[in-house]
């Protein structure tokens, strides 16, 4: 990985480190497409069947059948696409958490905005304390917020900003009891290729992932698991030649499965080079196994910081994955990570809450958190 | 360009060869990405300098500001994301041609059903005479089929079936006297790359492009030009980061540019790919002299096959660009191509006009004309 040479990386979160052998594979296919067509012949059972392995394997690490994954260029892609098109009616609510992302907050807001819904808040930004306490919690939330007008949760897998885990799970049983049935919208961004995500996956209506973080793949490729209900309730609204049923007819059917949310050409080689990722992350162990890893560094960081003068964890036990974010008296999130990155620290701030986010993966080694542990007790002591 | 390498290409029109010299940059962009970042630090600014070069680049190419440029992943995305954001109202109609590619046509055909409006058909795919006589001609029907509801008009530059070239800016000269004014959707799939663009994408309110098909650059990357007035009446419906004026906030605008149509994370090593491509091109002469020097071709090739017994091109007169489109008296389209691929020539069938296509790019050599022309000759006699 020469992305890891010559500095400490903890910036999983934002993009992982891309292998040599996946960039390889993206070139190899690449020059494989060029022999074989690139358009016509052999290049379209060879495209096909690259894009189909990757389906399988995907459908492997979330559970559910290759039909239920649709490819998108990325999480917001994941998120918002099947949500266009599905039945809303005026004075439907959409209650979103208060750790979203950017992205889809905007989306939801537009939404709205279009088909006269309302945006209520869930709160669960503030649940700090152990996994099991933060799921009691968001699930009482969520009995205090919803009304007869749900129709939507939405809801991250793993915080982005915190890194406390959310009861996916819990929450689409707690849903399923509902009258109106809401449809649960995962983002999956922090969560595949750092916690298995079968079980939420397979619970989700919208479950959206990314290949380019955890998972160590290219950027431009993600894939999002939709429920059989979603994939009958939901009409494509990007539509393109894979959309449809049949080629050479814009009157055609859309695909039932997944692929009635994909569009048209996208980059071929990036399925390959996410493939290869996907079986190097396999490579050294299950996902509960690489979780395993990825907990004990951060639990070490975690610790190492919170033993720390002035340094304060926004969590207040250890992770439950590997996302680690905290605050340094005296110090402006962004002042800080600058100091760092000129120290060779990889880390980035957030905005909400302020803080400054270190990402354990299971390539972080041991040297690298007791540096940045280093790194930052000093800066806290400059203070 | 490797693709080239052992058979006669004429299917520029699906895809265009990839020359070595843009693979080499999408993957030193994609070291260059992993040296520095992948996330935060200087990957940032290296990779706004990417993205921000090839918008320059293709605003020269397009004759409009670069702040009307709106990247997409293909061409399908690039016709309808602006759609979907403008205010439409019941009743509304949709004029689209009658040579549309499946998608856009697909794409208006879901929208419509959301909103209530209402399909009209604008033929012109039986415009087979010259340029100027289809001129006319198209000019004549959107007259007829003009209404006071009309609000939207679709028709591509350059037709994917036929070959023909549409009189773009003489339609939306016409538009600009409809009292509604309705928007003009081009699309410019066989275009860009092949034929000087300026004059009509400075005329459109949306003209969607991709860089895979005649400018020879990567899968996954397009660019649609926008009208300032588009940009004014039309929100964005994907939504992410790159659609927001500010970072970090779900409540931010979106920007005014064209970057209110992107979305989120994309491939960034494909910019500089498309670049690279384009600079290739570019060294070749300019728009003006690479359309000559593919006409030139086109026309060897239309003649030869029109003096072929049994072969019928379909246009009238030489083609205004690069596709040559015939019929074979005896032959399922589908069958001559895969007798033609197996003798080393990369053809295409089309669905309607059912027919086969050959595209002649400036890359074309008359030895391979001469030799496809032969072996349709051989065939034809066959039969």
């Known amino acids: 990985m020469p992305a890891l ?9 934002g993009q992982g480190p891309l292998p040599t052998p996946s960039l390889e594979a993206i070139q190899q296919t690449w020059e ?21 392995g990757l389906r399988q394997e995907l459908a492997a690490w979330c559970g559910v059948p290759a039909q239920r994954l649709s ?50 808040n869930l709160p669960v930004q503030a649940e700090l304390a152990s996994e099991a306490e933060a799921a009691t919690a968001v699930l009482e939330a969520l009995e205090q917020r919803l009304t007869p007008h749900t129709r939507l949760v939405v809801l991250s ?29 995962v983002d999956g961004a922090q969560s595949l290729g750092s916690v298995p995500v079968a079980e939420a996956a397979a619970a989700a209506d ?15 490729l993600g894939v999002a698991v939709l429920s059989d209900r979603l994939l009958v309730e939901s009409r494509p609204t990007l539509i393109g030649w894979r959309s449809l049923a049949e080629a050479g007819s814009g009157a055609a059917p859309f695909h039932r499965d997944g692929r009635r949310f994909e569009v048209a050409t996208s980059c071929t080689p990036l399925f ?32 190492g910081l919170g033993q720390l003068e002035g340094v304060q964890p926004l969590l207040t036990t250890p992770p439950p994955a590997g996302l680690v974010s905290f605050t340094v008296a005296g110090w402006e999130p962004a002042a800080l990570v600058q100091k760092l990155v000129e120290q060779g620290f990889w880390l980035r701030q ?29 800066l806290a002591k400059g203070r």
């Open 5 to 13: 040479v010559g500095k400490a990386y903890f910036n999983y979160g």
């Open 32 to 52: 494989r497409i060029q022999e074989l067509g690139p358009f016509g012949g052999a290049a379209w059972p060879f495209a096909e069947a690259t894009v189909a």
């Open 71 to 120: 490819f998108t260029e990325n999480v917001s892609s994941g998120c918002l696409l099947p949500l266009w098109g599905l039945p809303w009616e005026s004075g439907d609510e959409l209650l979103i958490s208060d750790a979203e992302h950017d992205g889809v907050v905007a989306g939801c807001r537009e939404l709205a905005h279009r088909h006269g819904l309302r945006l209520t």
């Open 157 to 185: 897998h793993l915080l982005w900003n915190t890194g406390q885990l959310m009861p996916i799970a819990a929450v689409a049983r707690r849903l399923a009891q509902h009258p109106r049935r809401p449809w649960l919208l």
């Open 206 to 220: 919208i479950y959206a992932c990314t290949g380019h973080k955890w998972c160590c793949g290219p950027e431009g």
């Open 272 to 303: 390959a080079g996410l493939h290869r990722s996907l079986a190097l992350l396999n490579a050294e162990g299950n996902a509960e196994t690489r979780l395993a890893a990825i907990r004990q560094s951060s639990a070490v960081l975690w610790r």
């Open 350 to 378: 957030l905005p909400d809450p302020a803080c400054v986010r270190a990402c354990t993966h299971i390539t972080t080694s041991q040297e690298e958190i007791e540096a940045l542990i280093g790194a930052i007790g000093a």
